[in-house]
């Protein structure tokens, strides 16, 4: 019975979750369709989007609840087995379930509120039943932390104390209110100890708010000035593209692409893995996809091609954080949307521009130094067939074509961000679903986009908690702090980016690039105007440190990825990504450097 219920429970989850993601994907395009047949428009398409981001939000936020697939610091993993990591892990989730329903009441007020003088959808629909997805969603997600506490009830019974406990906080006179600051340091140690990211920073900005004597409400209230902008909704929809993509074949159509044009020049195999795994990159936003996915494919091609076991481990594992800062990825798109300001906007187009080159440049100098050690040591290369080359590159050509739509349309003028993830995502399933035929539409493509919803719920949960806090610390005056320390310890534009590169890299060595983006960019890009920064400028040189973050010892994420695909050591592993780390480091600060390589594009193309 037990079984049943939760099997009920997790398939109407999938079915509103995969609509939500189709609705999310219809919507933009019936726009940009009606605008090419004579000015045709959906009314009130722009608040249905965002009621529809509210439901991927917090519906996929539940998925990646019940699958375990929260962003998360990977310190719980020493603690261990034992004793005390199985207390851990109950503390961790007690704290997850109490700060989860606390947001949960947060929320339901907010819809409350909503409800006095309530916004109207297309025909005639209010909007405040649709937004009940928000408490509704955290609530059930605190009985799922609690649930999933421990396999005995004791655990479970802790974890589940853990939510009045939260509530009996609220009881305390305001006089002593002012307190809350172990509340903050709990939700710290929580996520240290494995809770997820958002709740640590869910966490602090509840009890700041409460030490305040601000209601809990204003940290959901933060949501709606999330869902506004007009760029949030491509996230969900440009991680669908990649997951489709990453559960085809296409990686292999694009390995044979590449190797057929290029296996046959000096080092040509090693620039061909840093190509096909830098496009690869570009689409799933994230290296992790990439090594797992392309790693087992391209290392014993360049082992039989002569190439030895480090440089082809260092490789593989260098060429998996390419790609991040070249359209469509995700993090360019993320940190447009969070590092902009009520002030200033860091545009996610000119972003786009603005790390073409200095993206290019990255792959440039991998592959570069793929051909130096090509021509020492590999002695025979394959020929090169023309036949083969056009046969390749017509099994390939539906994912070619992809990036080409996705520039095409920008380049036009004709699509917005929005649109064009759409676009993306709808030409990712008609070639792959209906075309290649490599995913069914109907037995396997739910369970893509199942995937895709999940990870982006862990990050939109994320941001939008994230919100919450960064309003207390803009009403704090944090950022202003700490823009007048700087400005009195640091009066050199070159020891500033210098500081900035190494506080970076050691940060995105530690940090999710998601969490990193979400924790860091709102306190970071308000400096860059103070020493003369241009801000898409800051942007580039921000998303390129944590991409090169990927490689950095002792924690960083592909080290870690790499070694367990392959089977490697980490000590050994170090060796090999050395090289690799000293050549994308002088790429690095070349990027920061010379800022033509990021402003030469945007500014040639400036109307």
């Not at 037995?443 to 999940?454: C, I, Q, T």
């Amino acid at each position: 019975m037990r079984k049943t219920l939760a099997g009920l429970f997790q398939g109407a989850q999938g079915v509103l979750l995969v609509a939500s993601f189709l609705l999310a994907m219809a919507l933009p395009l019936v726009d940009t369709f009606g605008r090419v047949l004579g000015g045709f428009h959906l009314p009130g398409t722009a608040d249905l989007v965002q009621i529809v981001t509210l439901w991927l939000t917090f519906g996929g936020a539940l998925a990646a609840t019940t699958q375990g697939h929260h962003l998360t610091l990977s310190t719980a993993a020493w603690l261990g087995e034992g004793r005390i990591g199985r207390l851990a892990r109950v503390l961790a989730a007690a704290a997850a379930a109490a700060v989860a329903a606390v947001l949960a009441y947060a929320s339901t007020n907010v819809v409350l509120a909503n409800r006095v003088e309530p916004r109207m959808l297309a025909l005639g629909i209010p909007a405040w039943p649709l937004e009940l997805v928000m408490p509704l969603a955290l609530a059930a997600m605190a009985l799922v932390f609690a649930w999933r506490a421990s396999t005995g009830w004791r655990g479970r019974a802790v974890a589940l104390l853990a939510i009045p406990a939260a509530f009996a906080v609220g009881l305390v006179p305001a006089e002593h209110a002012a307190r809350a600051w172990p509340l903050a340091v709990a939700a710290f140690l929580a996520v240290l100890m494995g809770a997820p990211v958002f709740v640590g920073m869910g966490g602090i900005a509840l009890s700041m708010f409460f030490a305040q004597g601000t209601p809990v409400a204003a940290v959901s209230a933060e949501i709606y000035r999330l869902v506004a902008s007009p760029t949030l909704p491509a996230i969900p929809l440009l991680a669908g593209t990649g997951y489709v993509l990453a559960e085809s074949l296409a990686a292999e159509r694009l390995v044979r692409f590449f190797r057929s044009w290029l296996g046959s020049m000096p080092g040509g195999m090693a620039v061909m893995v840093a190509a096909v795994c830098a496009l690869f990159t570009t689409f799933t936003g994230g290296s992790g996809v990439t090594i797992i996915a392309l790693g087992g494919l391209v290392y014993p091609m360049l082992r039989k091609d002569g190439y030895s076991e480090g440089f082809s481990l260092g490789l593989v594992t260098a060429s998996g954080a390419l790609g991040l800062l070249l359209p469509p990825s995700l993090p360019v798109i993320l940190y447009s949307v969070v590092a902009s300001s009520r002030e200033s906007t860091v545009p996610a187009d000119q972003l786009y521009l603005a790390g073409l080159l200095p993206g290019l440049l990255l792959i440039a100098l991998t592959a570069g130094y793929g051909i130096l050690i090509g021509k020492r040591t590999v002695k025979a290369r394959q020929a090169f067939s023309l036949r083969e080359a056009v046969r390749a590159t017509w099994q390939a050509k539906w994912e070619l074509g992809l990036p080409v739509v996705i520039i095409a349309l920008f380049a036009s003028g004709r699509a917005t961000m929005l649109e064009t993830a759409a676009a993306a995502l709808a030409y990712a399933i008609i070639a792959e679903c209906l075309i290649t035929r490599d995913i069914h539409p109907v037995r396997k493509l739910p369970g893509v986009l199942l995937k895709a919803s999940a990870l982006m719920g862990a990050v939109l949960i994320l941001l939008a908690v994230a919100m919450g806090l960064t309003s207390y610390l803009v009403d704090a005056q944090v950022p202003d702090a700490i823009l007048a320390w700087t400005q009195a310890h640091v009066h050199s534009r070159v020891l500033f980016l210098l500081a900035l590169n190494g506080l970076l890299l050691i940060l995105g060595s530690v940090l999710e690039i998601y969490s990193a983006i979400i924790v860091l960019a709102p306190i970071i890009a308000p400096l860059g105007p103070t020493f003369g920064i241009n801000p898409v400028h800051l942007g580039i040189i921000f998303l390129a440190n944590l991409e090169l973050g990927f490689l950095l010892p002792p924690v960083g994420l592909n080290l870690f990825l790499a070694s367990s695909r392959f089977g490697v050591p980490l000590s050994r592993l170090y060796r090999h990504v050395l090289p690799f780390l000293v050549i994308l480091g002088a790429g690095l600060l070349a990027i920061t450097y010379i800022p033509a390589l990021s402003l030469a594009i945007p500014g040639w193309l400036k109307p």
